[in-house]
């Protein structure tokens, strides 16, 4: 088969926030018989994207193309063959001399001419505590846990821990005091890594999924490629979210895929997957990866949210309208188009059904789709170990969806919970559920922001319009000038006393949300003076560089002058930007434009799409129509049903994508959810390789 490739897409070459590698070691490998060099030990997924390729084989199916999608293991859009032996390629690594080839259709087996049989005997070691998943919540109770000397083991699938902190660049929100407020995700993640390391009680098992409970309490890991027993006395489960996926015609198109998978790829991976890119949801999660992708200098063409408002923190929101990025609310996908992935998307507004209007499409030119449509628990294995009568607790986003922040204070209390069920001498102290219910409140309602004080030379303009959990610029302010007058870290700052200019609470906020103000330098008051946080690209900020101006909102406000970029090690990877504005528009400017904002072109659907062209189960490519017929046709109100005669969840991924999809098929059909038998979930939760359970034959001539 051809091998599609983007021209023009590499690594990431230059950020504003991360560190790149100097000189990294790389390999050869090749794909299709091409021959290609990757970085050593990064994953295949991640080298063909590197190398321009994102079209990794053909479906069995139908011969559609397959692409990457989860970049987490839980689907198989990016199987490939990697020296005879199906993988996939977003958990994979490459092996120097490896090679890759593309799948089209089905996998020939490889013969293996080493001798294997059964293992004999399953390893099966005890513990007090299974941690399952070394994110924010796992670490957190682990800490808890280790100070009392509790013999614990933590397993992660990934090969390193901090969960998707690993993967957040920005400054997170909450209390500087609770729960690290101010620092970056990836930082947050290190420091809580290195606190609970420093207990001396855990065993760190990376690299290892935990796959499935069995009827006698008994647990089942892939450790080091060999399946192992764990038997533990308590299980924590900490194992985060998964991607909610939205159901539009073109989104199996290689070029749409998940926020996860596209932070995997540009944060940790520092790859370039895209120049223009269009993202789909305004919640947090939306909104933060529209702001890292421009940091990673890929255009974001638009954003829609099919609520009238977008559900994320409205400074997350404002961060990139002041850059030029249209957010267009009350909107929604309707179709991606393209031969072999991804070359536009047709957006259009929505009546209060949430029903496209006729009339209101537009077309933009873009080769990602980025959907960011809300996450699901992964609570399997804690319901798993319910069922069975394990002693089992569950924290963070595996018990509730919630910021990392809360997530830290779910597993802190998990960790107590157990040593208090252990018999151990601890308290959870009272205010703990109190801050983890207000770290991972929603936010509250929009009502503007405190005006900026009048008759001063020298003031922050902090433009906090929304109720939500943050602090960090009352703690830092030198002079106590800054307070929340609503009592509480929900409210919003305000300027309460006196302001030196000393920019730390510039350089700490979270949101960006806060400019200097300085009109000392003009003694005429023709111009002032103002100083924003910026972690873009400087490269086109030089002293004398005339820059259009930004409001709060992201309007238009005028032109300012760069005098000078401002950087160093206390401003925590963050830069400062000094321009010279007209007097009378300080106070209004809050950012920068990088890019105008396009408005996409009308089109007219001469075809509209219709359930036939929306796959739901990508395994098995089912369609939306053929589940509502099915459903319709045999009365089926039970999942195992329609996965016995359609054989959605049948596939890789084990039902993980389709799942929510098919539920809501059942609810547009007007049957509630209560009359429908759920899915049974089994050991396993994902796919084990059977040399897991196998051993290579000794004889006397050796192996």
Known sequence: MSVASLAGQQR??????????????TVEFSFDGRPLHARASEMISSALFANGIQIFGRHAQDGSPQGIFCANGQCSQCLVLADGVPVKACITPVQPGMDVRSLDGLPSLKTDDLPLEFRREIPQIETEVLIVGGGPAGLAAAIELGAEKVRCLLCDDKASLGGKLTLQTHNFFGSVRDCYAGQRGFDIGARLEKEARATGTIDFWTGSP????????????????????????????????????????????????????????????????????????????????????????????????????????????????????????????????????????????????????????????????????????????????????????????????????????????????????????????????????????????????????????????????????????????????????????????????????????????????????????????????????????????????????????????????????LSGKALNRRKMVVIDVPSAEADRVAGIRIRLPETGAPVSLAVPPTDSDVIVCRCERITKQMVRDYVTATGARDFNAVKAGLRCGMGPCGGKTCGDLIWQIYRELGIDRSEVQPPVHRPFTQEVPLRAFLSEVEHDGGV
């Not at 309707?334 to 009546?351: H, L, M, N, Q, S």
């Not at 997530?407 to 102290?429: K, T």
């Not at 008051?525 to 992201?554: D, H, I, N, Q």
């Open 12 to 25: 990431v070459t230059s950020h504003p926030v991360l560190d790149l590698p100097e000189n990294p070691a």
């Open 210 to 565: 935990v796959l499935g409970v069995f009827h006698d309490g008994v647990v089942g890991v892939l450790h080091q490629g060999r399946f192992t027993l764990v038997k533990p006395a308590r299980m924590l489960v900490a194992a985060g979210a998964r991607e909610k996926v939205l159901a539009f015609a073109g989104a199996d198109l290689p070029g749409v895929y998940g926020a996860g998978a596209f932070q995997t790829l540009v944060n940790r991976d520092l790859i370039r997957p895209s120049q223009r890119l269009f993202v789909v949801g305004g919640g947090n999660v939306g909104l933060i990866v529209a702001y890292q992708a421009l940091q990673a200098g890929i255009d974001v063409v638009g954003l829609v949210e099919v609520l009238p408002e977008c559900g994320g923190y409205k400074v997350h929101l404002d961060k990139i309208r002041r850059l030029g990025v249209p957010v267009l609310t009350s909107h929604t996908v309707v179709r991606a188009e393209g031969t072999e992935r991804v070359e536009r998307v047709i957006v259009a507004r929505v009546d209060e059904a949430f029903r496209p209007i006729e009339g209101t499409e537009r077309v933009f030119d873009v080769d990602t789709v980025l959907v960011a449509v809300g996450l699901a628990s992964v609570n399997e294995l804690y319901e798993e170990g319910r069922r069975v009568g394990m002693k089992v607790y569950a924290a963070g986003d595996a018990c509730e969806i919630a910021e990392a922040s809360a997530a830290i204070f779910s597993g802190r209390i998990a960790g107590r919970s157990i040593l208090a069920d252990m018999g151990r001498p601890v308290e959870i102290p009272p205010d703990w559920r109190t801050t983890q219910q207000i770290l991972g409140s929603h936010p509250g309602p929009v009502r503007g922001s405190y005006p900026p004080p009048v008759g001063r030379s020298v003031y922050p303009v902090i433009r906090c319009p929304q109720e939500i959990p943050c602090n960090p610029c009352t703690e830092v302010c030198i002079t106590d000038g800054i307070a929340i007058p609503e009592g509480n870290i929900l409210g919003r700052p305000k300027l309460v006393g006196d302001c030196v200019g000393c920019l730390k609470c510039v350089a700490i906020c979270p949101g960006l949300a806060i400019s200097l103000v300085d009109r000392r330098h003009d003694p005429t008051g023709k111009t002032a003076r103002v100083t924003l946080g910026w972690e873009m690209a400087t490269g086109r900020l030089s002293a004398g560089t005339v820059v259009p101006t930004s409001g709060a909102e992201g309007e238009p406000v005028g032109l300012g002058r760069v005098v000078r970029v």
